[in-house]
């Protein structure tokens, strides 16, 4: 998997790929390709091992012109990063080059009966076997009725764009569990890519392909069928964000710059969804299933990574607030796991940023198997876990561009507060109590903004830290999961190891790989726990273990323990995660750049992750 682009139209295609694969770059990948169609009936591929640079060098000594064309970045999952495991991946008469994200899971059946009808194959990955299979069944058929053969007999997963030399101005694209939007282009250009901003520097129309949909871009457009060849009608739909949201400006990564949006983030979370005469939330997205919601008794929420810890956070807002139980499972686990859930009084919440995280949509088509009320907290409008859910909640955090999640984990921390404001006014959340909620969620982006003024201390203390070969991270009820990801921030940008700990559980274990070389991080502001948390600093210092401490404005108690202090404006208990993050967001970040790494492209990681 990583990112595909393809491209049919008047235009040099090479400079569309590359400048598509650019945008994609974000995600993760550790190799690049691209095949394109000339005018003589050939096939150009050109791959290169590393960033899309390399590529772009290799294309100035071996240029591929044409009008049509596909390209990918690769992030490995069969094989190792190789020019021979990059994609396109060609078929045995190198008539066909084809890229993939997903996984073909029967890949070894099948590779095992095309070698013995004489197949041969070049590289380690599953994807290769696309490209023969399709070309095993062209033998018999026209290529559309074979490619929608070939497919129907894929298990797993694919996100995918294929051309072929007879057809040299038509790009073929098919989609089962791996994302991939048509764009659809002026005079006669079309697009294909698996994200929509590959695409927005040319068009905000975007089709989203759904499972085992096939789409045809020619010279007469495009045509979406079925993999039984039914013709499906679809509609573009209109993406808002714009060009500038998706470039840098003057930030040197996109990290810091969307750490710095949270402000706006947070705004744009709560814009119109406040009440605060009522001590309400107004959440249009629920409207249709709110009285389900009356009645739900129990909730399950299910995500991965961030948008997990997120869910962890917010199943503690509900429960305060609604007086239901909530759980947070990992969907890795909760999906092969025996979940019980109680289709009459249960309700399920899909947390995810792309909304297309494989495992999220595991655990989201289970809940609904069992005839669950399915609900998202969802940033990307149109994905798969926005589709697939009852109704839902967008956080608007706009595109989130560095692989590392910030912002859209705090306008999902936004998002869980009003639900659990929702959730709490149905049942036994007074007026006053809403009121108040309100009015601390209202006073939040002036807060944050407050917290960003603490940038360059927070880089001086980074760099301070950034020797040490160990952190631990600690908090305690909603601040908890947040260790977590502030130790999670850390290690995916810096690779630095660190842990997030339930600060009472430190003496249980963590506590004994504590001296001088490994600092402790406490998030420590004022709550009803800091006297816990303060008791488990002492624990630490004792140690000799260094301290930095998030402590609330003012608290110069707390500071005394600690070696270094980051000031946090004040706020409920409950909204503290939103605000105690910004800080370990930054911290991470100026950890890695003091590293000498590039935050935005952390090693072996992924975006989106679109394969179990
Ligand atoms: C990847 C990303 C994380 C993200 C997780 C879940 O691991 O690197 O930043 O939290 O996937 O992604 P989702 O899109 O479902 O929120």
Same mark, same amino acid.
């Not at 990955?125 to 290769?128: A, H, P, R, S, V």
């Given at each position: 998997m990583c990112g595909i682009v393809g491209y049919v139209g008047r235009k040099n295609a090479t400079d569309i790929l590359l400048e598509g694969l650019k945008r994609l770059e974000y995600r993760g990948y550790d190799s690049a390709g691209l095949a394109v169609m000339g005018t003589e009936a050939k096939l150009k591929v050109v791959k290169a091992v590393g960033k899309t640079v390399f590529l772009e060098e290799k294309l100035t000594r071996e240029p591929a012109t044409g009008q049509a064309g596909i390209a990918h970045t690769r992030w490995a999952t069969h094989g190792v990063p190789s020019e021979a495991n990059a994609h396109p991946h060609l078929d045995c008469a190198g008539r066909l080059a084809l890229v993939h994200n997903g996984i073909v899971e029967n890949h070894e059946e099948l590779k095992r009966r095309l070698e013995a009808l004489g197949h041969r194959f070049v590289s380690a /990955?599953? /994807? !290769?076997v696309l490209a023969h299979l399709i070309e095993e069944h062209a033998r018999h058929r026209p290529f559309e009725e074979a490619l929608c053969a070939a497919l129907k007999e894929v298990v797993g997963t694919f996100g995918l764009a294929v051309v072929m030399v007879d057809q040299p101005r038509t790009v073929y694209g098919a989609r089962r569990g791996s994302p991939l939007v048509v764009g659809v282009g002026r005079d006669g250009e079309n697009y294909l890519a698996s994200d929509p901003a590959a695409l927005i520097a040319h068009t905000r129309d975007i089709i989203y392909l759904g499972d085992d949909e096939v789409v045809r871009l020619d010279d007469n457009g495009i045509e979406t069928f079925s993999l039984d060849r039914v013709r499906v009608t679809k509609a573009p739909e209109t993406v808002s964000w714009s060009l500038q949201e998706i470039e840098r400006g003057h930030h040197p990564h996109f990290m810091v710059k969307e750490i710095h949006e949270q402000p706006t983030v947070v705004r744009n979370a709560l814009a119109g969804r406040l009440d605060a005469r009522q001590g309400m939330s107004v959440l249009g997205g629920l409207k249709d299933v709110d009285e389900r919601l009356r009645r739900a008794e129990r909730l399950t929420i299910s995500a991965c990574g961030s948008a997990y810890l997120a869910g962890a956070i917010g199943a503690m807002m509900i429960e305060e607030c609604a007086e239901i139980p909530v759980r947070a499972e990992i969907a890795s686990e909760l999906r092969y796991r025996k979940p019980i859930f109680d289709a009459n009084r249960e309700a399920f919440i899909a947390v995810s940023q792309?909304? !297309? /995280?494989a495992d999220t949509l595991g655990a989201l088509r289970e809940a609904k198997n069992k005839g669950v009320l399915t609900l998202g907290i969802v940033n990307v409008v149109g994905s798969a876990v926005a589709r697939e859910t009852d109704a839902g909640v967008f956080v608007h955090a706009g595109p989130e561009i560095a692989v590392a999640s910030t912002k859209a984990f705090t306008a999902q921390l936004t998002v869980f507060a009003l639900l659990a404001m929702h959730l709490g006014r149905q049942r036994r959340l007074s007026l006053a109590a809403g009121q108040r909620l309100a009015e601390e969620l209202a006073s939040l982006p002036e807060k944050v903004e407050r917290l960003l003024e603490q940038d360059e201390a927070i880089r001086l203390l980074a760099k301070k830290y950034s020797r040490y070969p160990s952190f631990l991270y600690i908090g305690r009820k909603y601040n908890a999961p947040l260790a977590n990801e502030g130790a999670l921030k850390l290690k995916e940008v810096s690779y630095v190891h660190a842990e997030g700990y339930a600060a009472g559980e430190m003496k249980h274990g963590p506590i004994a790989l504590l001296d001088d070389g490994f600092p402790v991080f406490a998030i420590a502001t004022k709550d009803s726990l800091q006297e816990k948390v303060k008791s488990n600093v002492q624990e630490a210092k004792a140690r000799r273990a260094p301290i930095v401490v998030l402590a609330s404005e003012g608290d110069e108690a707390m500071a005394q323990l600690a070696d270094d202090v980051i000031w946090v404006p004040r706020t409920t208990e409950m909204l503290s995660p939103i605000l105690n993050v910004i800080p370990m967001q930054l911290f991470a970040y100026h950890l890695a750049v003091a590293r000498g790494l590039d935050p935005d492209k952390p090693r072996n990681l992924a975006k989106a992750v679109t394969v179990e």
């Open positions: /990955t599953d /994807t !290769e792309s909304g !297309e /995280t």
